[in-house]
T-cell receptor, first 113, second 115 residues
């Protein structure tokens, strides 16, 4: 089992719809969770962080965390073509120490006109 | 505000040649610094991690090395490049705070092609 798993996609949604991106992680002790957006050929950009169970909203983005199910998701409301990118889920490492993250391989999102 | 710089942006090097990639961070002190590699179509692989000057942790044994000669400077090096070293090299920084693990911020990256 991979430490952080994401569906590679592509996930296609029409413009204006809600895009739902999911991520599961294996280490039950993880406490810090992040979503990054990566446009093709560019570096990852942090868009959300979440540390507690429940929802966290920032503009059109909502991160959802369920530690009991070891599941974190990202909802993008009113999806725009500019949201088309690969979304990376990152989770802190518990073993090995240090301020380190494990990244999923990402979900490619395509927002279609 | 904090900014992170990487150079060069792109690099084409022959097999067996040396490598030096540089990363600098502005606007913060005592950051945690990271080097990652992202191969085409693959995830981010952590290569090196540093909590302070001269303190380097290696994640993956390979022909690469890292150094941190100054608080906000992180250098990735190789004496002899392999074809498998091709990829997108990303430097990242994270605030130094005790307690929970904090977010990382990435530089623009260096795209390395070994020929």
């Amino acid at each position: 089992q991979k430490e952080v798993e994401q569906n590679s996609g592509p996930l296609s949604v029409p413009e204006g719809a809600i895009a739902s991106l999911n991520c599961t992680y294996s280490d039950r002790g993880s406490q810090s969770f992040f979503w990054y957006r990566q446009y093709s050929g560019k570096s990852p950009e942090l868009i959300m962080s979440i540390y507690s169970n429940g929802d966290k909203e920032d503009g059109r983005f909502t991160a959802q965390l369920n530690k009991a199910s070891q599941y974190v998701s990202l909802l993008i409301r009113d999806s725009q073509p500019s949201d088309s990118a690969t979304y990376l889920c990152a989770v802190n490492r518990v073993t090995g120490g240090g301020n380190k993250l494990t990244f999923g391989t990402g979900t490619q999102l395509k927002v279609e006109l | 505000s904090q900014t992170i710089h990487q150079w060069p942006a792109t690099l084409v090097q022959p097999v067996g040649s040396p490598l030096s990639l540089e990363c600098t961070v502005e606007g913060t002190s005592n950051p945690n610094l990271y080097w990652y590699r992202q191969a085409a179509g693959r995830g981010l692989q952590l290569l090196f991690y540093s909590v302070g000057i001269g303190q380097i942790s290696s994640e993956v044994p390979q022909n690469l090395s890292a150094s941190r000669p100054q608080d906000r400077q992180f250098i990735l090096s190789s004496k002899k490049l392999l074809l498998s070293d091709s990829g997108f090299y990303l430097c990242a920084w994270s605030p130094f705070r005790r307690g929970r693990v904090y977010e990382q911020y990435f530089g623009p990256g260096t795209r390395l092609t070994v020929t």
